[in-house]
């Protein structure tokens, strides 16, 4: 099953935006637009709608951003780090070379959605439903994922080490060019997940042995 990428959109249709928060006090729904160069830290945004849009070198930190829904837009070169997306919905978006240190995505949903060169260390991504996702060379080191709903998920090189998955199925996963040292994870989850043979000795803890 293929990921659905974001609407193309010609850079001529977009209205550059250059204070997102006096935008969104005239409408707490926005489309077709750009921001560049933005940087905030500790702001609240919740319960508005950004769709159609191209966020470039933005800097959104130590933010709540919760309650809030995103249509339809890329994300490049921006940083949200130690920022609270939870009870969020994306749906096809893409981050692109982003920093998403420390981010909350509890109880969202995730929907076609491509994280490219992502550094999502400490990221909690618990109880969202996750349905068509890509981790391409992503950093996920210490991630949370708890009781997760899951389908279609692609990690390609991504850096799971000390990342913590329960009650989150990864069978038919391609974890096989990943690095897993550490994981935290049950038998129940990693059962039907592939794997390489490398790979099997970080996993042999589940079986209560040791090699020796």
Avoid: H, W
């Avoid at 005239?26 to 921001?35: L, P, Q």
């Avoid at 991504?125 to 279609?152: D, G, H, P």
């Avoid at 329960?166 to 039907?192: C, H, N, Q, R, Y």
């Amino acid at each position: 099953m293929s990921i659905l990428k974001p609407q193309k959109i010609l850079l001529e249709n977009l209205n550059k935006i250059e204070n997102l928060i006096e935008e969104i006090q005239k409408d707490d729904e926005i489309e077709n637009i750009i921001i560049e160069d933005y940087k905030k830290e500790e702001i609240e945004l919740t319960d508005i709608t950004i769709k159609r849009a191209i966020i470039n070198n933005a800097e959104i930190i130590n933010s709540n951003l919760e309650k809030n829904t995103f249509i339809d837009i890329q994300f490049n070169n921006c940083n949200f780090s130690n920022t609270s997306f939870d009870n969020c919905s994306f749906i096809r978006c893409e981050f692109n070379n982003c920093k998403l240190t420390g981010c909350n995505f509890i109880e969202s949903g995730l929907y076609d959605i491509g994280f490219i060169d992502v550094n999502m260390n400490y990221t909690n991504l618990s109880m969202s439903s996750m349905k068509n996702i890509l981790f391409k060379n992503t950093m996920l080191r210490n991630s949370c994922f708890n009781e997760n709903e899951t389908k279609n998920i692609i990690l390609k090189e991504a850096d799971l080490t000390r990342a913590q998955f329960f009650k989150t199925s990864l069978k038919a996963v391609d974890l096989s060019d990943s690095i897993i040292e550490g994981i935290a994870v049950s038998i129940e989850d990693i059962k039907g997940a592939i794997i390489n043979e490398f790979q099997s000795l970080d996993l042999m803890y589940l079986l209560g042995v040791k090699i020796k």
